[in-house]
């Protein structure tokens, strides 16, 4: 595997890749990496020849300075992780490679994909800063195909959406969130647990469990299934920034009897000095009429199986 | 010449000029053909094997609903000038291929780029109207290069920023003004002009050239180099929205002496129900310590010959 600083540098290695019929997956990491990485960086081998990943901490999609400053850098890891599962080139380019002096572009998808959720917590700019990078990075690396995990279930929205608008020419691919044994999910923050706020995390799983267990049960109203989520939380001490159960087309909020096919329970969660997210989708079958035919999840157990 | 009005048919049709080696040249346009457009034409013939004209009257860079509605649409006409100056497809796609249901997306430049000049009379949302349609235009063609004309001076830097910071793998060629005999730019917008405007305009390359002789005469206030341009259009009873002399990097507006190296005489002048713009460069030669010393002036001259 080549380590890679420069777009000029990037460019003149893909053209031989290209010349030789070789298709090129692109893994955008922030680094830090983890399992859930190596399965993006897994299925990026399965579905291109030349496997990228990049390793970019994007400074403005951080809209906390002290979140930027603590995220973990540990790129002579990431190097060995990432040729052991396989990747061709990391591209790990220095910021002011990414954005030099008189940068001033910016790519944005506006409206409820980017205000509501992690828009509304965070600020639409960190989604700005998002679809700016990725943006970027798919003009610097041209691949056929580009691979994110689903724990991001926002992003990927947002992702997708500015995909289909702007004409990209890339195939996105999504992989399943891969979790720890006991249900966390993977994340490169969860380094930053301490052992006490790792002992109370997995709330966050089993609140997730807990609504689709309820689901499962024949429960189909919104608040009720957001509510069996919620009190889990709550019993492990933990305050939510949101428990949200939407439509996973548009983010808008699910009331009432939750609708057949697929709704999206996403949390975040502040736990000690970290904030995580998680979510699983919730799937109401189509032939589910009452409370007597349980429905299908396509949730975290799948996700669990296939990470 | 092929005419095409979908992005799937144009990348079918790309991919196989693609597999044959040929290079790709993009001009992209909003129709009603001038002479200024087939010189855009030439230039991408000369520049690549395959030659793309786009024809979209983007909605989205309109800050006047007057002026898209009275916008000129020759389609039929259009389509016999393109392939006479040898276009080898003409890609003028519907509205709801370009925007479909759901669209959301802007790219934008910010900053003075945007916000001078053509920024400062017709709103910043002109140019993200812009820069979101090349984006677009970009990313469905794939052109090794593409072309505009140097009449939108701002236009050209706005798409340069743009091109740089987006890292759009495309390089940008641009062609200079083609004039009519008398020095009136060569402008879509032209057709509006009744005779008695028409009789009018040609104040404005005229204004241009008072500036450049002044220039030439060795003036080297900012102050008096655009006054010399006011006052002809003054004379000629037309009220410009602005006579601007900038930084051609910056648009910053010049003050004092003029630096060495080229500054940007650019104006926007209404002339009865039209709004037409203009541009010429004036350089100051580097030798050029004082008045005895003419400079040489990149404009107007220059690009008349070139057109």
Do not use: C, W
């Not at 990432?82 to 790990?92: K, S, Y």
């Not at 992003?155 to 399943?176: G, S």
Request: charged share 25%.
């Amino acid at each position: 595997m080549r380590t890679i600083r420069t777009v000029a540098e990037l460019r003149t290695h893909l053209r031989s890749s290209r010349r030789a019929g070789r298709t090129v997956g692109l893994v955008p990491t922030m680094g830090a990496l983890h399992d859930g990485h190596l399965a993006l960086i897994a299925a990026a081998r399965e579905a291109a020849d030349e496997v990228v990943v990049s390793l970019f901490v994007n400074p403005t999609q951080f809209n906390d300075a002290g979140d930027l400053d603590a995220y973990p850098r540990t790129e002579a890891d990431d190097a060995v992780a990432a040729a052991d599962a396989g990747a061709h080139v990391l591209f790990a380019p220095p910021v002011a490679e990414v954005y030099p002096d008189g940068f001033a572009s910016e790519v944005r998808v506006g409206g409820p994909l980017t205000e509501r959720l992690e828009g509304a917590h965070r600020g639409a700019g960190h989604f700005h800063g998002v679809t700016t990078v990725v943006t970027k990075l798919l003009n610097m690396v041209g691949p056929d195909v580009a691979v994110f995990g689903a724990k991001d279930a926002q992003q990927v929205l947002v992702v997708r959406r500015l995909v289909r608008d702007l004409d990209v020419p890339v195939r996105i691919e999504v992989v399943p969130t891969v979790r720890e044994p006991d249900g966390l999910a993977r994340s490169s923050r969860n380094v930053r647990l301490r052992p006490e706020d790792r002992a109370v995390a997995v709330a966050i799983p089993r609140a997730l469990d807990a609504a689709s267990s309820l689901l499962a049960d024949g429960e189909r109203d919104a608040a009720a299934v957001r509510a069996a989520a919620e009190r889990v939380l709550d019993d492990a001490g933990l305050r939510p920034e949101y428990v949200a159960l939407a439509d996973p087309a548009t983010l808008a909020e699910r009331e009432g009897a939750l609708p057949v096919g697929p709704s999206l329970l996403a949390v975040a969660v502040p736990v000690g000095p970290v904030r995580l997210i998680d979510n699983v989708e919730l799937v109401v079958a189509p032939s589910a009429a009452g409370a007597d035919d349980p429905p299908s999840t396509g949730g975290l157990q799948a996700a669990t199986a296939a990470g």
